[in-house]
């Protein structure tokens, strides 16, 4: 049983691994020790082949502030890997299922996971002006490519929320679903691309690859050149070995 007291809680089930923040109190803002945790166990996953995909949330009707702005001892180096890398390196499929709050940090971890589901409560915001900071995780690359230049310039440049159904219209999100149907639409997306990558793991994995050269704003057509030739490389080798 995980410890119900843990900033992290980790629960493993039929493949899955449920990674919430459970900090409420201060709306599951991430200490640098969550920090440097977050990135371990994402590390530990990508080598797990028990896990085929991964839900990200957060505890009582709050993804997350971000970073814990409390936990900043003077002259520290930042926490590296960040969060939001650790998710973009892992190469199995996450999904972000947020409710209540998403800001700044968090919303830079959500911009690099696989897709993410959203409820009504939901509220996304990218403070890093406002509060005097610049994006450190890739969030201001995110958010352009997610959004366009003008709507991330109104999310940057004046802090203030947009609501879920604008994140849907964005495309911030993937969907909007009621409170009690969050995780099992989280689960039910997770299984089915788990049940996709069994199908078809080739074809699945270079789908993923090429998903994370998008995300990481590399030239899409080089990528998906790249991947048309790594298909046909494995599909004729298997032709010339198979008796």
Do not use: Y
């Amino acid at each position: 049983m995980p410890d119900p007291e843990s900033p992290i809680l980790i629960e493993d089930r039929d493949g899955i691994r449920r990674v919430t923040f459970n900090r409420p109190a201060a709306r599951n803002a991430l200490t640098r020790a969550m920090r440097r945790d977050f990135a371990a166990l994402m590390a530990r996953t990508a080598e797990d082949a028990g896990i085929g995909a991964v839900i990200l949330t957060g505890a009582q009707g709050c993804f997350s502030a971000g970073v814990d702005l409390k936990d900043r001892p003077d002259g520290a180096a930042p926490v590296k890997p960040d969060p939001a890398a650790a998710l973009r390196s892992l190469g199995k499929p996450v999904i972000a299922a947020i409710d209540g709050p998403c800001l700044t940090g968090a919303l830079e971890m959500t911009l690099s996971c696989t897709m993410a589901i959203a409820t009504p409560a939901s509220r996304f915001a990218d403070t890093h002006c406002k509060v005097g900071f610049f994006p450190r995780w890739g969030g201001a690359s995110l958010l352009v490519r997610a959004i366009g230049t003008q709507r991330a310039a109104q999310m940057m440049l004046t802090g203030e929320p947009i609501d879920a159904a604008t994140a849907l219209a964005w495309g911030v999100v993937n969907e909007v679903v009621a409170p009690e149907a969050l995780l099992p639409r989280a689960e039910a997306l997770a299984t089915a691309m788990m049940a996709r990558a069994a199908a078809q793991p080739l074809a699945f994995d270079l789908h993923m690859q090429f998903l994370r050269d998008a995300t990481a704003g590399k030239d899409t057509m080089r990528s998906e050149a790249n991947m048309l030739s790594l298909f046909d490389e494995v599909r004729h080798e298997r032709t010339i070995t198979t008796p």
